[in-house]
């Protein structure tokens, strides 16, 4: 059976996590879990015989660092298709479906920045995907719900059409609270993770069939594209005319044989410091610390510093990050409003490493 | 009329302003309140043509710092006694007494760290106090209090003795709260502010009758040391024989001829974070902010920062202070445990910088 072509995408730009994730070093960069990075995790997550080499696709900036994260772990990428810009996920999994050395190759997508805790799990949904994949299907992976979250898209899951396998009968964006509290109820909703399986033709011809524009833009962007060793870089301005389209509204909303595999995995995309508190491990006053910390009197806190040494007491349920000069405080429950942070710090360059209190 | 020689205590080691004072540079050392160190700021309270000259007793570790610090505002001290130990404040003072040009001179002894707000205020109350300093009394300052300090020890102001100075009835060391409150609704104490007004003679008759072994061991140490320009090293050796104690252990409680003057002048010691926010100007939203700092929906918060950036949003009443690669987060109103936060990090030394979280 042909090997499946692990397709692993790092293209975020590392925000929600500030300041440990940075444009420079985004998120997927950085050992948040374990002591691997989630880039390392999310390769060693589809490493067995099972798979080819993967193809990452990725921002320029970060080739070297990528590089340096694979090869500590052994894993050598087929190719590193290096983006000349961001154009969402349905031109980046084209790039890859274009680059793989077998165009009837499996393609497993990634994102390169989740958690999966049970791979076990996960490695079943694949293996139960593969039959319909093999005739063509594009399949996405339903991540059970176990809360109503406004901050995903969700998959109403259809009848079955294999073992453990349903169609598709609705992508729903991120809906309002009510909604998603509706869906939750309902059970035969799934929230979508983001994590496909498709033959690269399939996509291709579903692309050629939906998204002609696009397919056309990246094709032209590798043809006149360069490659050195196993790096990709696409023609900046033929990628450039493919639209900034997601996987799911470019291809998988419109095409016909779509179908999803519920899985409960322990799927996480860490989104949010919140996200990654909920999955860390507490201490006995139910504080999450990493760091140079010394916290007295202090429950329910969350806590990592990768440089300034951080004294609390007498505090509860604060999410406290300091890395690289910056220090973040917020309280639990509030850490998507790390977003309006960055916003209104955009209008406020750093200064100067001037103390402003020396005399 | 001789001038008013000032002496200004500057031993303080900087403990309860962490991670802001250090032993390094305590807080009189810093800016805190305004654009000069506090150690300026007492300097030239005291510094029109009533005044000779200052002394200067202070750690010999801080002598370069405080000789900048004064050049910088023009002040020029008669004698920089660098102390080879801290032995309170007793034997602090009798070396400037003994080091005084003149000792017939009324000595104005000021702690260095402390904030004086109305300055006018002060210097009535000095002017109050001289004509029984000139006749030999030890003269110590009663701030009137506004709140049931447990922090601070309490004077019972006795009969007038001179207008505006009165027969200090009793000295209270640091009350509980009860007695605290019962002080305070008596209207008939005051805070004993560490600030006292003598002629040297005077004090150094008192400490012979009082504490002849430490007016002996002093009086070698200042015999046995060394001078070069106007510092002047004592004999370590000496110096230690001192007995460690208060002025008001050793002189005031012990002597008849002691008066109090009852001032309100805007007194506060700046003993904690709290007692700073509490003299701070407040934004708006209840926030006293120093340094690189931006706050969302944060309010009567206090932060300070001489380096790192701090961003928060969603808070409320904390205090957040960083400075030299620390960190401080504490609630309002429990400033107090800086002292316990210092203890527990005694045991735990300093790491080196490596981030813990890279790859």
Redesign the interface.
């Known amino acids: 059976m042909t090997p499946i072509v692990p397709v692993i995408l790092s293209g975020g730009s590392g925000t929600r996590l500030w300041?440990?994730s940075t444009p420079e070093q985004p998120k997927q960069?950085?050992?948040?879990t374990a002591?691997?990075?989630m880039l390392?995790l999310t390769a060693a997550r589809a490493s067995s015989e099972q798979y080819d080499a993967p193809i990452v696709v990725a921002n320029a900036r970060h080739a070297e660092m990528i590089e340096e994260?694979l090869t500590?772990i052994g894993c050598r990428p087929q190719a590193l298709i290096l983006e000349p810009m961001g154009r969402n996920t349905a031109p980046a999994i084209a790039l890859a479906a274009l680059c793989a050395n077998d165009p009837s190759a499996p393609l497993l997508v990634m994102p390169s920045d989740h958690v999966i805790e049970d791979v076990a799990a996960f490695h079943a949904a694949i293996n139960a995907a593969l039959p319909m994949v093999e005739q063509g299907w594009l399949v996405t992976f339903g991540i059970t719900p176990d809360a109503p979250e406004t901050g995903y898209g969700y998959i109403k899951v259809g009848e079955p059409v294999a073992s453990g396998v349903h169609r598709v009968d609705r992508f729903v964006e991120k809906p309002p609270r009510a909604a998603a509290e509706a869906m939750l109820a309902s059970g035969d909703h799934a929230w979508n993770g983001g994590i496909f399986l498709f033959r690269a033709d399939a996509f291709l011809d579903a692309l050629a069939r939906h998204e002609p524009v696009m397919l056309h833009a990246v094709r032209r962007a590798v043809a006149e594209g360069e490659q050195s060793g196993s790096r990709i870089c696409p023609s900046a301005e033929a990628f450039a005319e493919a639209p900034n389209q997601s996987i799911d509204y470019a291809v998988m909303e419109k095409s016909d044989r779509v179908a999803v595999v519920p899985v409960t995995m322990g799927w996480n995309d860490v989104g949010s410091w919140d996200a990654l508190h909920a999955i860390s491990i507490t201490d006995a006053a139910g504080n999450a610390i990493?760091?140079?910390v010394?916290a007295?009197?202090t429950n329910n806190c969350f806590v990592?510093?990768?440089?300034?040494?951080?004294?609390?007491?007498?505090?509860s349920d604060?999410i406290?990050v300091?890395?690289g000069?910056?220090?973040?405080?917020?309280?639990r429950g509030?850490s998507q409003?790390?977003k309006?942070?960055l916003e209104?710090?955009k209008d406020?360059p750093?200064?100067a490493?001037t103390?402003?209190?020396?005399?």
């Open positions: 300041p440990m960069m950085l050992a948040l002591e691997q990075t390392q994260q500590a990493r760091g140079e010394i007295l009197d990592r510093s990768d440089g300034a040494r951080v004294a609390m007491v007498g505090v604060l406290v300091a890395s000069g910056d220090m973040l405080i917020l309280p509030r409003d790390v309006a942070l209104a710090m406020k750093r200064r490493s103390p402003p209190d020396a005399s």
